[in-house]
């Protein structure tokens, strides 16, 4: 059985499972703590600093934990999980770990995690933007300020980075937090999509944020300042800002959007991935294993083709 | 990725299991403070000469010293860690970014004053 991934504003089924779902991961407990989190981080050498209290944490908070461990992963070129040509297939790969935790809480094998069709709404003036019905009870709760209205009102954050030290916080559960349009002023629209699609190249030397063409680089963001996936992040703001971003659930919406943008590149240039097995920076290469907490050995050559997992509703028309 | 479940979850991370070949590239901070600075190093050949920049930053916030470090890529862009997706056009402009995203300093925002009453619970 294959997921369909839908358009939250499409599929009310899809989206109330999905914010269902969110919230029973988050209330899952694991018998895990913090310094559990930060022993593991030892282990692996990941140097992630924690403060504040030992709480036990739960299935959420540790997505949100795996994330920031792959990202404080320094590698030659970016991180385990940004900043170069893994950036698209490993987090493919964490949205589809976490599509099947949402599957098992669910008991539906067949859930689809929704996407965000940002650049739909970077076509409106920039005041309507934070004031769709996604920011309303029946979604996704309030664009700014803390997330008290909605089945998200339920969601609470244990652990997050502090921007100005980079330090894990295990502060006491606190609602979800955001500053919709106060850090950008729009989101991203067709044009910056049709632009991402257009580029010839996935990706090419140097593999980094640096890198002046290629679809990852212009689909993360960094192409010309702050821009799609990037730019998302700071619109929302506030929770979606640091490597904690994981714990507001719009980071996951906004994510199955980039992926399916990637999807639609493919289906455009084939399954092509660069940099091959014997090429660029280790940790980006093809057949190099992806960073999984679960213990798996997907590389991005296992991903590039999704289909075993789920399908795309429509993809984009190019 | 069949063979993948919540219970290997759970398992790895509470027994600290190492899912990783090797260490990362910088991973070297353990028991040592962090850095105050961090220098970027921007290379180029132009006309057959070779250029080399080195960029560190000595930052400040009312005294206190920036501990995230600061890099500054080809295009003069400058980024930090502590947000990731952020592409600052100065050094000045990611300071400024990092105040106004730090949910501690939004006295307009509910999260300010939920934040400074843990605070408060944490030192009496
Ligand atoms: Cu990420």
Avoid at chain 1, 100 to 118: A, K, S, T
Avoid at chain 2, 45 to 58: A, L, V
Wanted: proline fraction near 6%.
């Amino acid at each position: 059985m294959t997921a369909i991934r839908q358009n939250i504003l499409v599929g009310d089924t899809a989206r109330d499972q999905f914010l269902q779902g969110v919230v029973l991961l988050d209330q899952e407990m694991t018998g895990i703590r913090v310094v559990d989190l930060a022993n593991f981080a030892q282990n692996n050498g990941i140097p992630l600093q924690f403060e504040g209290i030992n709480q036990e944490v739960s299935t959420y908070d540790l997505f949100v934990f795996w994330h920031m461990i792959a990202a404080a992963f320094s590698l030659q070129v970016g991180n385990a999980a940004h900043g170069g040509p893994v950036f698209l297939p490993w987090h493919r790969m964490y949205l589809i770990r976490l599509e099947q935790e949402l599957q098992r809480v669910l008991g539906d094998p067949d859930f689809g995690i929704p996407y965000w069709d940002w650049a739909s709404d970077g076509e409106m003036a920039p005041e309507q933007q934070w004031r769709t019905e996604l920011w309303s009870d029946l979604y996704l709760g309030e664009a700014r300020g803390l997330v008290r209205s909605g089945p998200l009102g339920n969601m609470r954050v244990r652990l997050y980075q502090v921007p100005q030290t980079v330090r894990v916080t295990s502060d006491q559960p606190r609602p979800v937090w955001r500053q919709a349009a106060l850090n950008a002023q729009s989101l991203p629209d067709r044009i910056d999509e049709t632009s991402a699609l257009a580029e010839q190249d996935y990706d090419l030397p140097p593999w980094s944020r640096f890198v002046t063409r290629g679809h990852r680089n212009a689909l993360e963001g960094f192409l010309g300042g702050t821009t799609m996936h990037n730019l998302v992040h700071v619109w929302v703001s506030g929770d979606m800002l640091p490597m904690s971003s994981p714990n507001d659930p719009v980071f996951f919406l906004n994510h199955c959007n980039v992926d399916r943008i990637w999807e639609t590149w493919m289906a455009d240039n084939g399954q092509v991935y660069r940099p091959a097995a014997n090429e660029g920076p280790s940790g980006h290469r093809i057949s190099d294993r992806m960073l999984d907490v679960f213990g798996g050995d997907l590389a991005p050559a296992d991903v590039l083709d999704p289909q075993e997992w789920y399908t795309y509703d429509t993809l984009l028309n190019v | 990725m069949a063979n993948c479940s919540h219970e290997d979850l759970i398992s790895n991370i509470k027994s600290g299991k190492r899912v990783v070949e090797e260490a990362p590239k910088h991973g070297h901070q353990h028991g040592k403070k962090p850095k105050l600075s961090h220098a970027s190093k921007r290379e180029a050949i132009y006309k057959g000469r070779k250029i080399r920049i080195r960029t560190t930053y000595k930052i400040e916030i009312d005294g206190e010293a920036l501990t995230v470090p600061f890099t500054v890529s080809d295009d003069g862009r400058v980024h930090c860690h502590g947000l990731p997706n952020y592409a600052a056009i100065s050094a000045l402009d990611l300071v400024r970014r990092l105040i106004d995203t730090s949910p501690k300093e939004q006295p307009d925002d509910e999260i300010a004053a939920l934040l400074a009453k843990k605070a408060g619970g944490h030192r009496s």
